[in-house]
């Protein structure tokens, strides 16, 4: 995609990754991803904030040289993960002199991760400030969003935030800045849920500091950039506080038909109260989906067949996924069947660690459901619409 300007002396030069799937081995990536880096040119000095996954580093060092940038005076790492710092000893090598900028615990990481030496480093604290002559750099440390050394790089003169990952997307596009608000929406909402929904408590702290500061521009390391701030803090004020919507979400797996059963008898009844259902069937979820979908979700319950007394292994990784993503959800509960015996409902409980809502009474039939189940499945309906009437 080569460099783009985004203000005078200040430019993109990342690289875009249509064709890469999943991230961490883990998150779908159904639009693809971009690694975003950018070059800061001042009067007397030059940074590069933040480098590009090793394996697209070429694209980075020739948009570099494309540009002009024969001597390089800093490298900015706002961020210690490899999609971001991994290419930082190449960027080092096309210019020795450069040094790298970042906090002591980035400096660990980096010395840890990719065996920068001590001695290349010059070592930040919050609030800092770094002059690159009619050009200045601000760090403000923001811990836990989402690794413990994280830091938002501010360049005062233009008004422009550098977040690192915060606010990004997993999105590859041609288009520097966010054209369409909506389709981006979908993309920063799953990217939150997946990465930074555990931390929004810290977020919202990070967020507070951010008030001191005027923003024209968010250029995050994935993703568009932000020329409207506004759109991108304002979807963040809904994600990080404890509101959540009249919403139910069902991740269920059913081996042989009596958990679906029971999923779309309680799927129509709270449908029936006016309450919103959303059942994901883990066979064929994209988990992205699910955690997106978490983000504002009133009540969980989660639906499992037995397998040798235990629940379904899908349903022991949905539990697992949704514990460490921490949702905000105020409700949950077990629903699900067995054959001869079943420890379902207490290893599913034991895998919910971090909920600290209220778990309401689970329904779990022998065999398939019967009109016993059914019954326990209208007052579990009646109870969740009750409840969120409460909200
Ligand atoms: Fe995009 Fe936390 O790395």
């Known amino acids: 995609m080569g460099f783009q300007k985004i203000r005078k002396d200040v430019y993109y030069v990342g690289v875009q990754d249509w064709n890469r799937r999943t991230f961490d081995e883990l998150i779908p990536l159904p639009d693809g991803t971009s690694y975003n880096a950018y ?37 900015i790492s706002n961020h210690a993960e490899q999609d971001h710092s991994g290419g930082i000893p190449m960027v080092l090598e096309m210019y020795p002199e450069a040094v790298v900028v970042t906090n002591s615990k ?7 991760l990719l065996n920068i030496p001590a001695e290349k480093f010059l070592e930040i604290k919050h609030e800092d400030t770094l002059s690159l002559g009619n050009k200045t750099l601000k760090f403000l440390l ?6 413990p050394e994280t830091m938002f790089t501010y360049l005062e003169e233009d ?5 690192g990952d915060l606010f990004g997307s997993h999105m590859a596009s041609s288009e520097l ?4 608000e909506a389709k981006v929406y979908f993309a920063a909402k799953r990217y939150f849920a997946e990465i930074m929904m555990p931390f929004r408590t810290n977020i919202q702290k990070h967020m507070d500091m951010l008030n001191n500061y005027e923003l024209e521009i968010i250029a995050p390391t994935h993703g568009q950039v932000y020329d ?5 803090l304002e979807q963040y004020k809904n994600w990080i506080s404890d509101g959540v919507e009249n919403k139910v979400l069902i991740p269920y797996v059913s081996m042989h038909g009596s958990v679906e059963k029971m999923v779309n008898y309680l799927t129509e009844k709270l449908t029936e109260y006016k309450v919103t259902v959303i059942p994901f069937n883990m066979s064929v979820t994209d988990i992205g989906e699910f955690a997106m979908e978490l983000v504002d979700a009133a009540t969980v319950v989660i639906g499992s067949s037995t397998v040798h007394v235990g629940p379904h292994p899908k349903m022991i990784y949905a539990a697992y996924l949704t514990n460490i993503l921490r949702p905000k959800a105020k409700f949950a509960s077990i629903i699900g069947s067995y054959g001869w015996g079943s420890r379902m409902v207490d290893m599913i409980k034991d895998l919910l660690t971090n909920f ?17 189940d ?9 109870l969740i619409a009750m409840k969120h009437k409460n909200l």
């Open 374 to 382: 059914f019954k326990a499945l209208d007052e579990l309906a009646e």
């Open 159 to 163: 008004k422009i935030l550098f977040p």
């Open 39 to 75: 070059v800061v040119r001042g009067s007397e000095k030059i940074a590069l904030i933040d480098a590009v996954d090793p394996p697209k580093i070429e694209e980075l060092l020739t948009n570099l040289r494309k540009l002009g940038i024969s001597k390089l005076d800093y490298v």
């Open 177 to 180: 800045f966010v054209l369409d």
């Open 228 to 232: 409207n701030p506004e759109f991108i």
């Open 106 to 112: 980035c400096k660990i990481f980096l010395q840890d």
């Open 356 to 372: 600290k809502g209220e778990l309401l009474e689970p329904v779990i039939s022998k065999g398939y459901p019967k009109e016993v």
């Open 142 to 147: 923001a811990a836990w969003v989402h690794w």
